[in-house]
């Protein structure tokens, strides 16, 4: 074995790849709980590519059998219940682990420069895991994914002029249909998870070439450094330990959080639930919906909300990383997070 391993080495240097990116890659060693966040997130986006190929074996794109093949998986196919709670669940501890990400990084100020297009590339990784997130929720075809789906298409409806247009193009039709499951699917199984992994790959990269940014605070000519690997790798796995505790507790005890009643009834278009709400990452924008009395307005503001938060790092140009040093930005973020948090509770309850 070991003169297998000097043969292959000889060939492709593997060593030399190990020590120069991994052992012999110096990370602070101050680097807290939150710089865990983005190992976290790693770890969740490789879940659900091999839980998702997993059920992809049995499930069927189609109106007719979509329903049927999800209840074959769960009841008959091997271990299929755990695959698909264990997708379903990681699904939401990927957003959890994604906002925490992105917050502390707000928090630390650690999308100033030179690290601007690790912000940039976060958000478009936030954004289009929610957007992974929705196409995959039709797939069951189910009474809440139909209706809750049929409500969430429905909202670019509110733009002028091209309303209809994009309903149309987003469903492939006027209603929901074969059509809106076929192009849900295939987004969801395709294009969207390979430009997630194009992405984390750019994200990953940046990162490599700016390093980690320090702690708020640090005098980073007095911090030691110590190896990313094993030493730093060591950190990351018990941070991963604990999401993924979470996740098989959530998966054993309390599936109906991601796997309600309605979920559980084949989707009827005649007969619509009373009480169809988003996923909880929706709740906030849900709710902002309903407390403007302009739709189209409530849409045009929250675009205008994420787009600030998309250049902050071009419109916050103060060196000052310490957030206890900036009360104007201190506060700004209370507000957002008790707002955000406000809504999601109210459009929970409501």
Same mark, same amino acid.
């Given at each position: 074995?070991?003169?297998?391993?000097?043969?292959?080495?000889?060939?492709?240097?593997?060593?030399?790849?190990?020590?120069?990116?991994?052992?012999?890659?110096?990370?602070?060693?101050?680097?807290?709980?939150?710089?865990?966040? @983005?190992?976290?997130?790693?770890?969740? =986006?490789?879940?659900?590519?091999? #839980? @998702?190929?997993?059920?992809?074996?049995?499930?069927?794109?189609?109106?007719?059998?979509?329903?049927?093949?999800? #209840?074959?998986?769960?009841?008959?196919? #091997?271990?299929?219940?755990?695959?698909?709670?264990?997708?379903?669940? *990681? *699904?939401?501890?990927?957003?959890?682990?994604?906002?925490?990400?992105? !917050?502390?990084?707000?928090?630390?100020?650690?999308?100033?420069?030179?690290?601007?297009?690790?912000?940039?590339?976060?958000?478009?990784?936030?954004?289009?895991?929610?957007?992974?997130?929705?196409?995959?929720? %039709?797939?069951? &075809?189910?009474?809440?994914?139909?209706?809750?789906?049929?409500? /969430? #298409?429905?909202?670019?409806?509110?733009?002028?002029?091209?309303?209809?247009? !994009?309903?149309?193009?987003?469903?492939?039709?006027?209603?929901?249909?074969?059509?809106? %499951?076929?192009? =849900?699917?295939?987004?969801?199984?395709? =294009?969207?998870?390979?430009?997630?992994?194009?992405?984390?790959? $750019?994200? +990953?990269?940046?990162?490599?070439?700016?390093? +980690?940014?320090?702690?708020?605070?640090?005098?980073?000519?007095?911090?030691?450094? $110590?190896?990313?690997?094993?030493?730093? *790798?060591?950190?990351?796995?018990?941070?991963?330990?604990?999401?993924?505790? %979470?996740?098989?507790?959530?998966?054993?005890?309390?599936?109906?959080?991601?796997?309600?009643?309605?979920?559980?009834?084949?989707?009827?278009?005649?007969?619509?639930?009373?009480?169809?709400?988003?996923?909880?990452?929706? !709740? /906030?924008?849900?709710?902002?919906?309903? %407390?403007?009395?302009?739709?189209?307005?409530?849409? =045009?503001?929250?675009?205008?909300?994420?787009?600030?938060?998309?250049? $902050?790092?071009?419109?916050?140009?103060?060196?000052?990383?310490?957030? &206890?040093?900036?009360?104007?930005?201190?506060?700004?973020?209370?507000? @957002?997070?008790?707002?955000?948090?406000? !809504?999601?509770?109210? @459009?929970?309850?409501?």
């Amino acid at each position: 074995m070991k003169n297998l391993f000097k043969a292959v080495d000889e060939r492709l240097k593997l060593s030399e790849l190990y020590e120069k990116y991994l052992s012999g890659y110096m990370v602070p060693e101050n680097l807290n709980f939150w710089y865990s966040m @983005g190992a976290v997130c790693l770890t969740f =986006f490789l879940i659900q590519i091999v #839980t @998702g190929i997993l059920l992809l074996m049995y499930y069927i794109p189609s109106v007719e059998k979509a329903f049927e093949s999800v #209840t074959f998986i769960t009841n008959e196919v #091997t271990f299929g219940w755990l695959i698909r709670r264990v997708h379903a669940v *990681a *699904a939401n501890i990927f957003v959890l682990a994604l906002f925490f990400h992105m !917050l502390s990084t707000l928090i630390m100020g650690s999308y100033k420069k030179p690290r601007e297009i690790h912000w940039i590339t976060g958000c478009l990784l936030f954004a289009l895991v929610l957007v992974e997130c929705l196409s995959g929720y %039709l797939l069951p &075809w189910s009474q809440l994914s139909y209706w809750a789906t049929s409500v /969430a #298409t429905s909202f670019p409806g509110a733009f002028p002029f091209i309303g209809e247009w !994009l309903v149309y193009l987003i469903r492939g039709g006027e209603k929901i249909t074969q059509f809106t %499951l076929g192009r =849900f699917f295939s987004i969801h199984v395709s =294009f969207i998870p390979f430009t997630i992994f194009v992405l984390i790959a $750019i994200h +990953i990269f940046v990162m490599r070439r700016t390093g +980690i940014s320090y702690p708020p605070g640090t005098d980073e000519t007095k911090v030691k450094k $110590i190896p990313f690997f094993p030493h730093f *790798a060591l950190k990351d796995l018990k941070i991963i330990y604990l999401f993924l505790a %979470l996740t098989l507790f959530i998966v054993f005890f309390f599936p109906q959080l991601v796997i309600p009643h309605d979920a559980l009834i084949p989707a009827d278009p005649l007969s619509t639930p009373e009480h169809i709400k988003p996923e909880w990452y929706f !709740l /906030a924008n849900y709710q902002f919906l309903k %407390l403007i009395p302009n739709e189209f307005l409530g849409i =045009f503001l929250q675009i205008l909300i994420a787009l600030l938060i998309f250049l $902050i790092p071009f419109i916050d140009r103060n060196p000052e990383r310490r957030i &206890w040093k900036r009360p104007l930005f201190f506060g700004a973020v209370v507000f @957002g997070i008790a707002f955000y948090i406000l !809504l999601t509770i109210w @459009g929970y309850l409501s």
